[in-house]
């Protein structure tokens, strides 16, 4: 008997939330930073995309910002939110461009790459 997967947990320890539904994003497209073992970019960091990270994205080899209607994408623009991975998210952050991240909504893999500090220090959601 297949038991149900238990359900994904965010970087503060809840329940994953929903990052963006508009534009759809994620792995899966399902609107969550879900990931799993076909994921080899851990898109688990629920980013909200700044024009410097997008160009910072593109210099580094993946355009977030133009639109690829074959693939379902619509390009991105500052202030939408996207499920990136965590590892060009860690470059960002390295190179100072980081994007604000929702820590409800950013996947608690990250925390294999980056440390809950580093997110919380571009965090949008904290009290």
């Not at 994953?16 to 898109?43: N, V």
């Not at 202030?79 to 952050?93: L, P, Q, Y």
Request: aromatic share 8%; proline share 7%.
């Amino acid at each position: 008997m297949n038991q149900p997967k238990p359900a994904a947990k965010n970087v503060l320890g809840g329940v994953l939330e929903c990052c963006c539904t508009d534009p759809m994003t994620g792995f899966y497209r399902d609107g969550h930073c879900r990931t799993d073992m076909q994921d080899h970019g851990s898109h688990t960091v629920c980013a909200k995309v700044t024009a410097e990270f997008l160009a910072f994205s593109k210099r580094n080899g993946n355009d977030l910002s133009t639109p690829h209607p074959e693939y379902n994408f619509p390009g991105l623009k500052p202030g939408d939110k996207w499920c990136v991975c965590v590892s060009r998210w860690e470059e960002a952050f390295i190179a100072g461009v980081a994007p604000p991240v929702v820590l409800a909504a950013t996947n608690e893999r990250a925390l294999d790459v980056v440390s809950i500090d580093e997110l919380k220090s571009c965090a949008l959601d904290l009290v």
